[in-house]
C-alpha cells in the first residue's frame, strides 16, 4: 500500500476540495485541469510510452465534442449520451488513420496527425447542414453547480491514470515501449508493431474524445475554432505531457496543473493583478502590458515549448531529482 | 528433414544485386554457417529470410511452410529467432525487461512472463545485470542480451548474426560455450561470423557466398580448402 | 479550354513558387531527418522583411531578395545552432523532440510578429503586382511570371551547388550517412547548421517573391508549413527533384480546386492530395524516379 499512499491521500484531497473551496472560478478551474490531466494522459500513453508523437489531439477532442453536441442538437438526445459514445466516434475516426499512417515508418504520422486535426476542422466549418459550421453548437447544460462536472471530470482523470497504470504494468505496456525503444528489435521478438501501435491511438482517441465530450456538456458551446484548435488543443496536449513528464505516470497530471495555471495567469493577466496596478498607476503604460500579457499565452507557450525541451527534456516529474538538486545548490 | 530452405533466393537494391540465386537447406539440430567476405550478402540474406525487407525473388521454407510473404513478427512467432549484426537493445529498459518483453510472446500473463525471462537470462549467464538498463551495458553483454531475448521468443531456428564480433578472446570463448549450449538445448542455428575460429570450430556445415552468390557449402574442413573461398577471401594469387 | 489553359498557367507559375518552398523543406528532412515545422514561419519572417523594406524603405521586393535570403539564413543557423544541435547530445524520453523544437520555433516567430505587426493584413502593392501580359489570348501575371523565373534560377543554382561544390558534396554525404560521413572527417554539426540556414534561405526567396501578389498576416505560417510537407511527402521526403515535381503538382491542384470546385477549396486541395499520397503512393514521387 506504501506506493498509493501519497496518490490515495491527494485523491481525497480533491473529493473534498470543490466543499471547501465554493468559489465558482476556481472550480472551472480546476475541472480544467482534470480534463486536460485526461488528455495529457492520453496523450502520453501514444507518445511517451509508445513514441508515436501526435499533434491530433484536437480531432479526437473535436469530434467528441461535436458527437455529445449533434446527439443533442439534432436528436434531441441528451448530450450526455456523448459521454459515452464520444470516445468511440473519436476511435473509428482514429482507427483508419492509424491504418493508413502506421505501417509507413517515419515523420508519416506526426504529419499525418498534424493533417487530420486540420481535415476535421475544415470538416466541421464546411458541413453546415451538420454541424452549423463557423455558428457553432449551443445547447442546454444539465446542472448549474459546478459540482456535477467537477466530480465527473475527477472520475475520468483518475479513470485515464488507472488505466494507463494497468496498462504499463501488462504484456501492452511491455509491447508499447519495446516499441517505442526500437521497432526493429520489437518485430524481431514477435510483436505486431502496426497493431500495437494502432491499439494504442485508440486509446488515446477514446481518453481524448470522451474529455472532448464532457467538454461539450460543461461548457454548453462549441465551434470549431475552439474544439479543433491546433494551439489550445493539439499544442497543448503535447505541452501538459511534456512539462509534466513524458513516459511518466503522473507527468501529465502535473504538467495539466501548471499549464492551466499559466494560461489563466495570462489569460486574465496575473488573475487581474496587473489591472489592479494599472488602476493605481492611473493607466498610460501599464495599460499597454496589460493588453500585451493577456494576449501572451501562445508566445509563453512557445518560449516554454523550447524551454521544457532543452532544459527539462523530462519533465518535472521525470527531472525531478535534477531540479530538486539545483534548488539544494542555489 | 529441412527445417529452413532458401531457393534460389534474391534481392536487388535497386541496380545492384545484393543477393543473386542463393540456395540451401538446414537441417534440423546442425550449426550452419554463413561466410563471406564483407559486403558479400550474409547479413542481407538473414534479413530476408526474417523479412525485414522482401525477396525480390526466390522462396524462403520454414519446416516445410513457404514463409517468404509473412512479416517479421509472424515469422518469429512460427519460431524463428534472431539477433542484429549492430546490436538492437530496447537502451531505456532494463535487461530483465528486455527478456520480459520478448517472454510474453509465448506467455501472457506477466507472473509467466517474468519467471521465463528469469530463466533465460540464467540459462545466458546475464543475472547479474538483471536490473541494469540496457545502455549501460558493456559490448559482450549487449551481444549477449540480444542472443537471450531471442531464445524467450523460444525459436527452434536462431539466426546469429556476427555475435562475436568486438569480443575479447576471453568473452569470445564465453560465446562459443553459449552458442553450443543453446545447440544442446534443440535449437537449429545458422550463423553469420567473420571471426573463422569461431565459425571453423563449431559449425557443422558452412555455406560461403560472394557478391551474393554461393561459391561452396560443405563441411568446415571442405569449405577451408576450397580454391574460390580462398580466392575470395585472399584475392586473386598472382598466378592468371 | 481557356479557362483550362489559364488555369494550368497559373498552376504551374504558382508550383515553381511551391518548389522552392518545398527544396528547403526536402534538404532539411534529408540531411536531419526531421521535419521543419517553423518552416511557413520563416518564410512568414521573410515576407515581412520583405514588407517592411518596401513600405519604410522604398525598396522593391525583388532587391529585396538581397536581404531576406541572408537574414533568413542567419535565423536558420541560430535555430539549429542554439536549439536543435544542442538536443542530439540530450539524452530524453521524449520522441521526435527536435520537431516539437521547431513547432515552439514557429509559435515564437509567429508571436513576436504579432506584437511587432498586429494580427492586420497588410499587403506590398508594386505597379506590377496586378499588371498582366498576354501569350494567345492567355493572360500571364507579370510578378508571378518573374517570381517563376527567380524560382528556377534558384533551383538551379541550388542543383549545382549540391552536385558540383565541396560543400554540396558533404551535405549530400551528411544525408545519405550522417555517422559515416562524420567518419570521413565531414563535420555533422556544420553541415546541419548550414543546410538549416539554406533552406530557410530558400524559403525565405519564396515569400519574398510571393509577396507583391499575396497578402501577410502572422498566422499565414501555418498554412504554409502545410503546404511545404504536402509538397514534401508528395514528393518522397528527402528528394529534391521529387520536391519540384511536388511543388508543381500541388500549384497545379490548388489552381484548378480554385477554378472549379470554389475558391474556399483551395486550401482543402493540400490535404486530399496529402491523404491520397499516403492511400496510393506512399514514398511519393521518389518511388517513380527513383532519384
Redesign the interface.
Known amino acids: 500500500m506504501r506506493e498509493h499512499r501519497i496518490p490515495l491521500i491527494l485523491l481525497a484531497l480533491l473529493l473534498v476540495l470543490p466543499l471547501v473551496v465554493t468559489e465558482p472560478y476556481f472550480q472551472h478551474l480546476m475541472i480544467l485541469v482534470l480534463l486536460w490531466v485526461t488528455i495529457g494522459t492520453g496523450w502520453n500513453l501514444l507518445a511517451g510510452y509508445t513514441g508515436q508523437v501526435s499533434f491530433g489531439a484536437a480531432a479526437f477532442f473535436g469530434v467528441g465534442a461535436y458527437t455529445a453536441g449533434l446527439l443533442s442538437h439534432h436528436l434531441g438526445l441528451s448530450a450526455w449520451w456523448g459521454m459515452a459514445l464520444g470516445g468511440a466516434v473519436a476511435v473509428l475516426i482514429a482507427f483508419p488513420f492509424g491504418w493508413i499512417a502506421f505501417p509507413l515508418r517515419g515523420a508519416y504520422f506526426a504529419l499525418g496527425s498534424l493533417a487530420l486535426g486540420e481535415v476535421m476542422r475544415q470538416v466541421a466549418t464546411s458541413w453546415e447542414s451538420l454541424t452549423e459550421g463557423m455558428v457553432g453548437i449551443l445547447i442546454m447544460q444539465t446542472f448549474i453547480s459546478k459540482l456535477p462536472y467537477y466530480y465527473i471530470a475527477l472520475a475520468l482523470a483518475v479513470g485515464s491514470i488507472l488505466l494507463v497504470q494497468a496498462v504499463t504494468r501488462s504484456k501492452l505496456g511491455y509491447y508499447f515501449v519495446s516499441i517505442r525503444e526500437d521497432q526493429d528489435a520489437a518485430a524481431s521478438i514477435g510483436i505486431n508493431t502496426t497493431k500495437y501501435k494502432m491499439i494504442s491511438l485508440c486509446m488515446h482517441a477514446f481518453l481524448t474524445g470522451t474529455a472532448g465530450a464532457l467538454y461539450m456538456n460543461y461548457m454548453g458551446f462549441i465551434d470549431p475554432h475552439v474544439v479543433f484548435s491546433l494551439h489550445d488543443i493539439s499544442i497543448m496536449a503535447i505541452l501538459v505531457a511534456i512539462v509534466g513528464g513524458v513516459g511518466t505516470l503522473y507527468g501529465p497530471a502535473v504538467g495539466a496543473l501548471i499549464m492551466v495555471a499559466l494560461q489563466e495567469v495570462f489569460r486574465s493577466a496575473g488573475f487581474g493583478a496587473l489591472q489592479a496596478l494599472t488602476d493605481a498607476m492611473g493607466g498610460g503604460f501599464m495599460t499597454v502590458v496589460t493588453k500585451y500579457v493577456s494576449q501572451a499565452h501562445v508566445l509563453a507557450f512557445g518560449i516554454l515549448v523550447v524551454v521544457v525541451i532543452m532544459n527539462l527534456p523530462n519533465g518535472v516529474v521525470g527531472d525531478w531529482a535534477r531540479i530538486k538538486r539545483a534548488f539544494r545548490r542555489g | 528433414m529441412a527445417i529452413l530452405e532458401l531457393h534460389g533466393v534474391c534481392k536487388n537494391f535497386g541496380g545492384l544485386r545484393a543477393v543473386d540465386n542463393v540456395s540451401f537447406a538446414v537441417e534440423e539440430g546442425e550449426i550452419f554457417g554463413l561466410i563471406g567476405p564483407n559486403g558479400s550478402g550474409k547479413t542481407t540474406t538473414f534479413n530476408l529470410i526474417s523479412h525485414v525487407f522482401p525477396v525480390t525473388c526466390g522462396k524462403v521454407m520454414f519446416k516445410g511452410q513457404d514463409i517468404t510473404g509473412l512479416k517479421t513478427f509472424q515469422i518469429c512467432a512460427l519460431g524463428v529467432g534472431r539477433t542484429f549484426q549492430v546490436v538492437k537493445p530496447l537502451k531505456r529498459m532494463t535487461v530483465l525487461d528486455n527478456v520480459i518483453a520478448s517472454a510474453f510472446l509465448r506467455h501472457g500473463s506477466m507472473k509467466q512472463a517474468r519467471a521465463q525471462a528469469e530463466k533465460w537470462l540464467d540459462f545466458c549467464g546475464l543475472t547479474p545485470y538483471a536490473g541494469h538498463l540496457a545502455r549501460g551495458l558493456s559490448i559482450a553483454s549487449r551481444k549477449r542480451l540480444e542472443i537471450t531475448r531471442a531464445m524467450a521468443t523460444e525459436p527452434t531456428l536462431l539466426l546469429l548474426d556476427e555475435t562475436a564480433a568486438g569480443l575479447n578472446p576471453g568473452e569470445l570463448d564465453e560465446a562459443i560455450a553459449l552458442i553450443l549450449k543453446i545447440r544442446k538445448s534443440g535449437v537449429t542455428i545458422v550463423i553469420v561470423e567473420h571471426i573463422m575460429k569461431v565459425i571453423m570450430s563449431i559449425s557443422d556445415r558452412i555455406h560461403c557466398i560472394n557478391h551474393g552468390q554461393t561459391i561452396a557449402e560443405g563441411t568446415p574442413q571442405e569449405v577451408a580448402r576450397d580454391s574460390k573461398v580462398i580466392e575470395a577471401y585472399l584475392g586473386h594469387g598472382g598466378g592468371h | 479550354m481557356e479557362v483550362f489553359f489559364q488555369t494550368l498557367v497559373a498552376g504551374v507559375l504558382k508550383g515553381g513558387l511551391y518548389a522552392l518552398i518545398g527544396i528547403g523543406m526536402t534538404l532539411i ?1 534529408g540531411v536531419m ?3 521543419n ?1 517553423a518552416h511557413g514561419q520563416m518564410m512568414m519572417l521573410a515576407m515581412y522583411l520583405t514588407y517592411v523594406c518596401f513600405h519604410f524603405l522604398g525598396i522593391d521586393p525583388y532587391v529585396t531578395l538581397l536581404v531576406s535570403v541572408p537574414c533568413l539564413f542567419l535565423v536558420g543557423v541560430g535555430v539549429q545552432k542554439y ?1 536543435l544541435n ?2 542530439l547530445k ?8 527536435q ?3 521547431t ?6 516567430l ?3 510578429a ?2 511587432i505587426f498586429t494580427s492586420n493584413y497588410v499587403s506590398v502593392k508594386t505597379s506590377y503586382s496586378d499588371a498582366t501580359f498576354f501569350i494567345g489570348g492567355i493572360s500571364f501575371s507579370v510578378a508571378l511570371t518573374i517570381a517563376f523565373g527567380f524560382a528556377c534560377a534558384l533551383t538551379a543554382g541550388m542543383f549545382w551547388f549540391l552536385l558540383k561544390t565541396d560543400l554540396g558534396r558533404s551535405i549530400r554525404a551528411v544525408a545519405q550517412d550522417a555517422e559515416a560521413a562524420s567518419l570521413m572527417g565531414v563535420n555533422a554539426d556544420r553541415i546541419r547548421t548550414i543546410t538549416m540556414g539554406m533552406g530557410a534561405g530558400l524559403v525565405a526567396a519564396a515569400g519574398t517573391l510571393l509577396l507583391p501578389i499575396y497578402y501577410l498576416f502572422p498566422d499565414i505560417g ?1 498554412p504554409f508549413t ?1 503546404k511545404a ?1 504536402v509538397i514534401t ?1 508528395l514528393g518522397g ?1 528527402g528528394s529534391t527533384v521529387g520536391a519540384i515535381l511536388g511543388g508543381v503538382t500541388l500549384g497545379l491542384a490548388e489552381a484548378f480546386g480554385a477554378t472549379y470546385i470554389g475558391m ?1 477549396y483551395e ?2 486541395m493540400g ?1 486530399v492530395i ?2 491520397l499520397v ?2 496510393f503512393l ?1 514514398g511519393g514521387f521518389k518511388r517513380l524516379t ?1 532519384v
Open positions: 528532412m531527418g526531421i521535419i515545422l536549439t544542442p538536443l540530450i539524452e530524453s524520453l521524449l520522441p521526435e523532440n520537431v516539437l523544437m513547432v515552439g520555433v514557429g509559435m515564437v509567429t508571436e513576436v504579432r506584437f501555418g502545410r510537407f511527402i521526403l474556399d486550401d482543402m490535404l496529402f491523404i499516403l492511400l506512399p527513383k
